[in-house]
């Protein structure tokens, strides 16, 4: 509670003799002792945004006091759809389809083809790069 209380301390100056926006948009660090078990409490804190790390950055510990800070990945559910249920504005969807037909660029050296995707409700043409280029082949 100590360090939160300088650190609200100093974003009340800044605020006082520049403005609120100001004092709101600048990272105040910690610059006392940071370990693995205390980082966890102290990057909670409303005006603790971050850390500058010592002597601990050089231990076999410090990743897990940048691990401890860094919030969980949520991953979202997978989401199916057809053909005719992607629009262009359609993010992170899996298209199952039968691949119709499948042709190289013509640049040998570019890795990207072009591919003919289809379902019973339509067709689309993908254009895919690096190893996944390399798995269309046509009536897969």
């Known amino acids: 509670d100590q360090a939160q209380d300088a650190h609200a301390a100093i974003?009340?100056?800044?605020?006082?003799?520049?403005?609120e926006e100001v004092a709101n948009g600048v990272r105040i660090l910690y610059g006392g002792s940071v370990t693995p078990e205390n980082c966890k409490e102290l990057i909670t804190k409303p005006d603790i945004d971050g850390f500058l790390v010592g002597g601990a950055s050089l231990k076999p510990t410090f990743t897990d006091i940048i691990t401890a800070c860094v919030p969980?990945?949520?991953?979202?559910?997978?989401?199916?759809?057809?053909?005719?249920?992607?629009?262009?504005?359609?993010?992170?969807v899996n298209l199952f389809g039968k691949v119709v037909s499948a042709a190289t660029k013509v640049d040998a050296s570019d890795d990207l083809m072009e591919v003919l995707v289809g379902d019973e409700t339509g067709a689309v043409i993908l254009s895919i790069r690096g190893d996944r280029a390399k798995d269309c082949e046509v009536g897969m």
């Open 72 to 92: 969980p990945l949520v991953l979202q559910k997978p989401k199916f759809v057809k053909v005719d249920g992607i629009s262009p504005a359609a993010k992170g």
């Open 11 to 19: 974003r009340k100056m800044i605020a006082s003799a520049v403005s």
